[in-house]
């Protein structure tokens, strides 16, 4: 195998197993649908950096890789296709049609080489859902025939099979005549987000008005273009996150890094900025966390001029911590909320194992000792609330989980988060995927609501 895919392959398998990603309703290894792609992909080409992208094409979505740690390690080319794979679309831009719709025209826009991979990645993906989850499978055969109009000149051998796919599932669940009205659904109306915005709507909308990119973005040094190699270097030395803004012609169009000045002018190292790199300085938080996981770098723009900058480290800021922890905590009320309507008589204690029911026992002994109005199920730990009713598979289902262990997992994850905001911990390095998902719920929850 060549030395290019051997690496990709490692680098996509480590990164998807250190956030603990499981193929969705299997539980297998996710590691199982990259290498599912690259055998399809293998079957029309030998074309090493498709290989490479087809199983790197989920990293910068799905992990805290960035794009351009791709181009680092991977070179321009595979990072191309990479970036031509993954959804450009922020949680702020609509409903689920919405986001689905700018997704379409950024591929509809990608190269031949990336639609193929992207054809196989449909096939192996409408094969595991159609097997597993027919309700959502109606939404994904429609969205699925809507990308298919866009990738005609991907490779013809893998666009045939991905037709014959999509008209074998929709024949043998019957939807080949509900799909276009089936795109129309989607993730807002999940039970759970549902129950939040009828509940909530507005704390909600009052997360999406008080943070915003304004509030993490740092002021971004600028140079001009025709700045010596020398006086960037001695600049930047002294610069935190060393990324600066390049002006050219009045307007700042790109960025350097410190780390990969070449010789010459500032204007030699100038990277332009893309497309789903900017955003305006009222942009809301979650729209900042989604480009973060494409790019090292997320730039603030106000009224037309790019001014600011910001980098996974700010998230560690007051403000998003404030931001993440609020999140958090309309998480467990909601799981509190459940919890006492569906076990209105304490009867939920049978759930539980007894060395955790004794743990909130004795801490609502001490509350009362001290005179604190409590409940014992106010004494629960997150993780507990969500175990106990992730045994229910009508709330295994409104949460969206597969399986009580994907449900166990999440509920982990969040509890880490929790601890790690409550102590002041870094909680960039540990939990970025769980920071991900919750902003991206948010999101979801407010363009709905």
């Known amino acids: 195998m060549d030395e290019l895919v051997t690496n990709a392959k490692i680098f996509a398998t480590q990164a998807h197993r250190r956030i603990n990603q499981l193929r969705k309703y299997s539980s297998q290894p996710y590691d199982v649908h990259l290498k599912a792609v690259e055998e399809l992909v293998r079957t029309v080409t030998d074309d090493t950096e498709m290989i490479a992208a087809a199983w790197l094409h989920d990293v910068v979505e799905d992990t805290p890789a960035t794009l351009d740690e791709i181009e680092r390690t991977f070179g321009s080319s595979v990072a191309a296709l990479v970036e031509q794979l993954t959804d450009v679309s922020r949680p702020s831009s609509g409903n689920r049609g919405a986001r689905r719709a700018i997704d379409r025209e950024h591929t509809a826009r990608a190269s031949s080489r990336a639609k193929t991979i992207k054809l196989a990645d449909l096939i192996d993906n409408c094969r595991d859902i159609c097997k597993h989850d027919r309700r959502f499978a109606s939404t994904f055969l429609a969205e699925m025939a809507a990308l298919l109009e866009v990738l005609g000149d991907g490779d013809p051998r893998l666009y045939r099979k991905a037709v014959a796919v999509l008209g074998e599932c929709s024949e043998r669940l019957g939807l080949g005549k509900t799909r276009a009205r089936a795109a129309s659904r989607g993730e807002e109306d999940h039970p759970l987000n549902l ?129 993440l922890f609020g999140l958090i905590t309309m998480t467990e009320i909601y799981l509190t909320e459940r919890l006492r309507e569906l076990w209105q008589d304490d009867s939920w204690t049978r759930l539980l194992s007894p060395g955790r029911l004794a743990q909130a026992e004795q801490l609502r002994s001490e509350r009362l000792r001290r005179q604190q109005t409590c409940s014992l199920l106010d004494c629960l730990q997150l993780a507990d609330k969500g175990a106990i009713l992730l045994q229910n598979p009508v709330q295994l289902n409104a949460f969206g989980f597969e399986s009580k262990r994907a449900g166990q997992l999440v509920i982990k994850e969040l509890q880490s988060l929790r601890n790690n905001l409550a102590h002041a911990q870094d909680i960039v390095t540990n939990d970025w995927p769980q920071i991900v998902r919750l902003s991206r719920r948010l999101e979801s929850l407010i363009s709905d609501s």
Not at 258 to 270: E, K, Q, V
């Open 195 to 323: 129950v939040l915005r009828a509940r909530h709507t507005k704390v909600l909308n009052r997360f999406a008005r008080t943070f915003s990119a304004d509030d993490l973005a740092e002021a971004l040094h600028v140079f001009e273009a025709d700045t010596s190699e020398e006086e960037v270097r001695r600049v930047t030395a002294g610069m935190e996150n060393r990324v600066a803004g390049v002006r050219n012609n009045g307007s700042v169009s790109g960025y350097l890094r410190a780390r990969d000045l070449l010789p010459g002018s500032a204007a030699a190292s100038c990277v332009p900025f893309r497309d789903d790199q900017v955003v305006e300085s009222k942009a809301p938080l979650a729209d900042v966390i989604e480009i973060l996981t494409r790019h090292d770098y997320c730039f603030v723009s106000r009224d037309g001029r790019v001014d600011g900058v910001i980098d996974r480290a700010d998230v560690q800021k007051p403000v998003a911590r404030m931001w």
